[in-house]
């Protein structure tokens, strides 16, 4: 039996992937980027509005179209993605998934789909115009909250499969580590069934208060719940990019991984620390005291440190490789990067797109400057940075290798063309599109607002040149989606059969072997839920005991 | 060495005062953030101890099973809600604190923790999770104010902060006796 599990294992390695696995990634990836396109083309739709280019109309307005927009992009496009990365990643790192394994991809599939379907539907009827953040008092349809409920279960379903293919690997290959890759899977999922817990808490709540079983809803409870999944949820997509950044982007560069490690340790802090920090999205709610905010401030800023470490990893790994190739002097290395090649490209702009995105960040976790800019348009161009750059254009860098790889085709120097083209697009577009939203957030133009100029107010015409260039970006990014898009499909069915490496990056000659203690995940969880219930459970005892009589429903539009 | 000095930092930061204020003006922090802190430096200072003494520590401790009950000791008199009251309002008390949580609580339960059996390890682990749950039951459901210095709210809070320590402690026991370590490693 064993023997016949390594023969599999190595007749994987040496024939590639196995076509169910691939099938099954396939599948999840023509999804979500099918999602990408729709959402993409509300966020146009949006951009244009805001700029005053565009009224939309009354059977389908901005909040309609701002909601699904936050909801298919951010809840639903990730979610997809994510899993078809991971469970490509164990396929190919574990040798092939285990047939339970698999079964529990197409589950978590149907579940994530039926959710998606409910949601979208109750958003086009408008009876969930509740901005991605379904913050109540406002009320959706039930129907809507237990979309997002068959979401989880998806989610929880692929969790599940993760955890057991992870395990039986274990179970297969005593002493030994779980490879890399695999590690990142475990910790990111982990990292995302702890962050779920709060919200689904939140939805089982509203969802008698949607059918009118119950009266009225604790708003402060629901929003603290809300955001101990919303900020996780940001560092879950965080956490997949950066798994491609330490284990992807070294191979293709023609280098090593930095350290081992030091990688697992960056996994396993991102895991234990993550959950508390989501309190700095309620840094200006009334109802904490500052003792509270500022301490989970200090959560948030804990967090900062694994990214630290990861962006002196990955700008180590680049100077070693390019000394490596003979460069000379203090920047030399930087000339002996492949800029030519979009599997570079791009997560190398994403990397660099996260300095002044994680710096935004940092500025925001504090609670004066937050103060100045919180219901601006400033944090929509933080989060366009963070998620809609860093993560997105490292996941786009994945597919040029992983597509051809799944589809056992060959990126063609054409496409690899394209693809910078592509690559270049969607960061200006960004660039305009994210600069002008931080800098008129400054200027006081607000968030989640439809295009207004407020009778005309001499401040609120003043934000239009802005609005603008927030409209030009855009529309940048929606070609830059477009030829995306174009270059997937492309990918899956059209390029040139051929066989692709899966690159993933070998340890350094004669590095230091791994500790055996970074495999104790039962201490990682345990420290997980001490540092979690260190975070909420002041807080929310105290909304709990001393809550204001509850709200009854709103409708807003 | 290195750790000894980590220990002493975090020490002395413990007791700067607007730390001690910050962290003894809510009940949970009390408990459950300036008293294990003050264990874990004194965790943190037991090598450089026991390089110094190592008599003291083999004349006493020789099985493990003297300190472990002195660090036991000390963690069930800082569970009385009276202590705690005592350690805001009398300044012996509060010196106490600072003196006993290191050096009686964290420096014998390092020193004892690998001498200990497996046995020994679990009678710990059931006898803590135990007494936290216990506790929490007790604060979460007391009708009546405990400690005059916190309000019942974060009574309730810290009984919380107990269920879920006593729930970590278990998961953690849960899972030593189910995933074998010495399997993978």
Known sequence: MAAKKVFKEKTNKALGVNPDDARLTLTYFSLAFIILFIGGTLGLLQGLNRAGLLELPAWFNYYQVLTAHGILLILIFTALFMVGYFYAALSHTLGGLIPVVRKMGWTALGLMLIGTAFVVTTIVMDEATVLYTFYPPMQASPWFYIGLVFIVLGVWAATIGVFTSAASWKKRNKGEHLPLLAFFAVGAFLLLFFGSIGVTIEVLTLIPWAFGWTETVNVMLSRTLFWSFGHTLVNVWYFTAISAWYVIVPRIIGGRLFSDTLTRVVVVLLVILNVPGGFHHQIIDPGFTEGLKFMHVFMSLSIAFPSLMTAFAMFAVFERTGRKKGAKGLFGWVKKLPWGDVRFLAPMIAMIAFIPAGAGGIAQTNNQLNQVVHNTLWVTGHFHLTVGTTVVLTFFGIMYWLIPYLSKRELTPKINKLGIIQTITWAVGMLFMSGAMHWVGLLGSPRRTSYTTYGDNATALSWDPYLFFLAIGGTLLFIGGGLMIYIVFHLMFKAPKGDTAFPIAEPEDGASPTPKWTERWGLWVVLAIAVISMGYLVPIVDLIFNAPPGSPPFRTW | ?185
């Open chain 2, 1 to 185: 060495m290195k750790q000894a000095i980590y220990g002493l930092l975090l020490y002395v930061f413990l007791m700067l005062p607007p730390v001690v204020t910050l962290l003894e003006s809510i009940m949970s922090f009390h408990m459950h953030m300036q008293m294990p802190l003050l264990i874990i430096a004194g965790l943190l200072m037991t090598p450089f101890l026991q390089k110094k003494f190592p008599r003291l520590f083999e004349k006493w401790n020789q099985n493990g099973v003297p300190g472990i009950l002195l660090f036991t000791i000390i963690m069930i008199y800082w569970m009385f809600p009276r202590t705690m009251d005592e350690a805001l309002t009398i300044q012996a008390v509060q010196v106490f604190k600072f003196i006993s949580l290191p050096f009686l609580a964290g420096v014998p339960l390092r020193d004892s923790w690998r001498k200990l059996g497996g046995f020994g390890k679990n009678v710990i682990y059931v006898s803590f999770s135990i007494m936290f749950g216990f506790m929490g039951i007790l604060y979460v459901f007391s009708e009546s104010q405990l400690c005059n210095n916190y309000l019942i709210v974060e009574q309730k809070t810290l009984g919380w902060g107990f269920i879920a320590l006593a729930v970590c402690i278990i998961i953690y026991f849960i899972q030593l006796l189910f995933i074998d370590e010495s399997e993978y490693e």
